[in-house]
């Protein structure tokens, strides 16, 4: 998990699903993130939090391909972190190596169940950490 503190500046253009809103750009005092995705139970915390001192804590699962994702925000006007949910990352998991031998289908399903794995291994570290669950 990665950590970034400061105050934020800027939030870019961003497409908005139920699940989460996919943010162009993200600025906190003069670091860049670029491709943010995060959560929809986050959004509303991280806008209200804007300008003000903030920590935001992200996973970049996939590498240089991949997107950074939020996982928890620190602000003063509170700790949040979000979970996914366990059991669809297991499916995602022994459903795709079940599918390896059937011409490969399992490797499409293996690099989410990864970022799912990530993602709520930082979730874990910021719930010991006291942080709230949003839902």
Known sequence: MKVLSGH???LGD????????????????????????????LN?????????????????????????????LESSGGRYYVKEN???IFILLI???????????GLLFLPQAFVGLAFNGAAS??????FQLVR
Do not use: C, N, W
């Not at 915390?45 to 994702?69: N, S, W």
């Open 8 to 10: 934020l500046t800027l």
């Open 14 to 41: 961003h497409l908005v699903t139920p699940q989460v809103r996919e943010y162009s750009v993200i600025r906190v005092d003069k670091t860049i993130l670029s491709k943010v995705v995060v959560p929809a139970g």
């Open 44 to 72: 509303s915390f991280l806008t209200e939090a804007m300008g003000d001192q903030v920590t935001l804590h992200y996973v970049k699962p996939l590498g240089i391909l991949g997107r950074h994702i939020l996982v928890g």
């Open 86 to 88: 366990a059991l669809r």
């Open 95 to 105: 459903g795709g190596i079940a599918l390896i031998p059937l011409l490969g289908f």
């Open 125 to 130: 570290e910021l719930q010991s950490r006291g």
